[in-house]
């Protein structure tokens, strides 16, 4: 019996989003399934083979993809208007499954599927995202001329990180999406926008080393906005490299610190130089190398994801604690009152406040641990759509897309 599943894309997919047709968008979505072989022949199938026939019409959920591949039955993905968005079925039935969709094109394939059970989104085990930190509502969303600016700007908000930090979740959104739009209009890869942070990043640093503090956070900010940027190019338009992953992480990891030296070496110049330089920022890197390992011992030591999704309390904490831009905050405070030096005085106090915080929530964790307790995160025992009267979720997760009608597949 094969292993492998046979791709099928079916289809009229003129409309692009964020660049890409629907089969263009699939194959992407895709291709990290090594046991996956994309045909354009339903008669190729063979008979005992499982297969998979997909909607090029529709834009999908990458978890509605991974739950339809982990289905081991016969079944049909329609969407609430009755429109066919997968058929999960097997070689033996592919060839006039294919016939039945041909002939039913005029009705967007509404009357094809008579014998392959109907299920929805409901029907699907999907849980919350934890490499974006979020739950959001699963989707299949038919794609149209009218519903593009509307999918479009879906599909960015996204890209995004439901926890987060207070700039990245507030201040960047909007800016950030017409920069992509830039960035796929002109056919930039994520890696350049990687490529342009990283130098904005050294020179930042070069900037705070020899005192040019607003110099360096106009950098320094812009140098954020990149990063944000390159991310959400890579997610709507499924384009990522080990290289890029290796860099925009090794980067968001290494230059913080590095920063921060440089501004304390910046103020020996200054009116405010700061004495006992070496002691701070020893604590600087106590704290900031403590919230990393008090991060790292809750995942991977205690709980499979995490820690800034365990409780509310965590995510809240999550939008000031001291990362990057809170801290970057803080910095441009100082200088615009006129003290650099108190600026990075409260980056150091802020870096020790938060990794005791987080020093406690893992302690806390372990005591539950040890009393045979399981850890779940918050996110698990919420509805984004039924629960909007709760803050946190109104907060940290987005209600379902509503799309407005008509559109071509209903």
């Avoid at 739950?135 to 999918?151: A, C, G, Q, T």
């Avoid at 995004?160 to 890869?189: E, M, N, S």
Wanted: glycine fraction near 8%; proline fraction near 6%; charged fraction near 20%.
């Amino acid at each position: 019996m094969s292993t492998s599943t046979y791709i099928y894309i079916f289809g009229e997919d003129t409309v692009t989003i964020w660049g890409l047709t629907g089969r263009e968008r699939l194959a992407r979505m895709l291709k990290p399934y090594p046991q996956l072989i994309f045909i354009d022949d339903a008669e190729k199938i063979p008979g005992s083979a499982q297969a998979l026939f997909l909607n090029a019409n529709f834009l999908f959920d990458a978890r509605v993809l991974k739950a339809l591949l982990d289905l081991d039955r016969k079944a049909a993905l329609y969407n609430d208007e009755g429109c066919p968005a997968a058929i999960l079925t097997d070689g033996n039935y592919a060839p006039q499954l294919l016939r039945n969709l041909n002939n039913n094109k005029d009705h967007n394939y509404k009357f094809a599927l008579l014998t392959i059970p109907r299920i929805g989104l409901k029907d699907l085990k999907i849980d919350f995202q934890q490499n974006l930190k979020k739950k959001d509502p699963p989707y299949i969303l038919p794609v149209s001329l009218e519903n593009k600016p509307l999918l479009e700007k879906e599909l960015f908000s996204g890209s995004y990180k439901g926890v987060t930090d207070l700039i990245t979740k507030w201040v960047w959104p909007l800016p950030a999406f017409w920069a992509t739009h830039y960035c796929v209009r002109r056919g930039w890869q994520p890696n350049h926008v990687t490529y342009a942070s990283i130098v904005f990043a050294v020179l930042a640093g070069v900037a705070f080393w020899y005192g040019f503090f607003g110099t360096g956070l106009i950098m320094g900010w812009f140098m954020t906005f990149l990063d944000t940027v390159d991310g959400k190019l890579a997610r709507v338009t499924v384009t990522s490299s080990r290289l890029g992953d290796v860099l925009d992480h090794g980067l968001d990891i290494v230059h913080p610190p590095l920063w921060y030296i440089a501004w304390g070496v910046g103020l020996a110049g200054t009116a405010t130089p700061l004495t006992g330089l070496g002691v701070l920022m020893t604590l600087m890197f106590l704290g900031y190398v403590g919230g990393r390992l008090c991060e790292g011992a809750f995942q991977f030591g205690l709980a499979s994801f995490d820690l800034f999704i365990w409780t509310k309390l965590d995510s809240f904490n999550r939008l000031i604690t001291a990362r990057r831009n809170p801290n970057l905050l803080l910095l441009s405070y100082g200088w615009l009152t006129d003290q650099p030096d108190f600026g990075l005085l409260m980056v150091v106090i802020w870096h020790l406040i938060s990794t005791v915080f987080l020093l406690w929530r893992v302690v806390s964790a372990w005591k539950i641990k040890l009393q045979g307790g399981v850890l779940r995160s918050w996110l698990q025992d919420i509805d984004p759509a039924r629960d909007r009267d709760i803050l946190a979720v109104r907060i940290f997760t987005r209600p379902p897309i509503e799309l407005k009608k008509p559109f071509p597949l209903s």
